[in-house]
């Protein structure tokens, strides 16, 4: 009995509507693991994410956290037994502050030592932030924006980090500092599943890795295996 893997996936199938999104999928994550999940557009990544953050429901198969059955856990619960969700395109408030950002990351917490704390944390790996307290979310850079996604995540002091597509549309030197930070949260314990489609950049730091394709996973591997594997370097390496 008792799973070692922090996150379980199980045959899990995902619809919008009619149209079948994800057609069982089977994948872990490890305490401590950097685990990728790479495939084109479409081909059912976020909705992979979106599912074990409850934001969109598995009709079949199952989700495990810690052992523990999550697949009908909805969004703002899963959050809080310690999985973090870092949408794709951010979704930071953009009319609010980067304080008053990462306070609603923090929505649950009531003792205000506790979100003092974490909040000095949050700034540690983005000194960043702290210098732009008070700047409205949305005339923040590309890469600040990715960073206070990041960081209102953290507010929560999550398990499991699940980032979708972080190095969207930012210039390759911010790029590096995000994944440098990715890799310095995994140093200290935190699980990461990473979408992502720079397949280079995450196989790079990832343990293992997954190839989704039309919503089923076609190969899974260590990262640096996957790295050199023919199918991978013509499909997503190219
Ligand atoms: P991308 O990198 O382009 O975001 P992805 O791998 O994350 O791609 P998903 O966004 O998970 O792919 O989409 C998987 C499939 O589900 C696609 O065929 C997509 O068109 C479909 N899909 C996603 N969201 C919805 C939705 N809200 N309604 C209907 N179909 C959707």
Redesign the pocket.
């Known amino acids: 009995m008792g799973s070692a893997h922090i996150l379980e996936l199980k045959n899990v199938e995902t619809f919008?509507?009619k149209?079948q999104?994800l057609k069982g999928i089977d994948l872990y994550v490890d305490k401590g693991e950097i685990v990728t999940l790479i495939?084109?557009?479409?081909?059912?990544?976020?909705?992979?994410l979106?599912t074990i953050s409850g934001q969109v429901e598995a009709k079949k198969g199952s989700i495990h956290y810690n052992g523990e059955d999550i697949t009908s856990l909805p969004a703002h619960k899963t959050s809080l037994v310690g999985i973090a969700h870092v949408p794709?395109g951010r979704r930071i408030f953009p009319r609010l502050s980067v304080k008053e950002n990462l306070l609603i990351g923090a929505f649950s917490i009531k003792d205000k030592k506790v979100i003092e704390t974490r909040m000095k944390r949050v700034f540690e790996y983005f000194p960043r932030l702290k210098e732009r307290l008070d700047q409205k979310g949305g005339t923040m850079s590309g890469g600040e924006q990715q960073m206070l996604a990041i960081g209102r995540a953290l507010m929560m002091k999550p398990d499991v980090l699940m980032l979708?597509?972080p190095s969207m549309g930012l210039a390759p030197i911010i790029v590096e500092q995000i994944f440098d930070i990715i890799k310095e949260l995994n140093n200290e314990g935190m699980s990461i599943l990473l979408?992502e489609?720079n397949a280079y950049q995450a196989l790079h730091i990832a343990d293992r890795g997954y190839v989704?394709q039309t919503?089923q996973i076609v190969l899974e591997g260590v990262g640096t295996e996957l790295m050199t594997n023919r199918q991978i370097q013509e499909a997503y390496l190219a």
């Open positions: 919008y509507g149209i999104a495939g084109s557009n479409g081909a059912g990544k976020s909705t992979t979106k794709e979708d597509e979408v489609q989704i919503g």
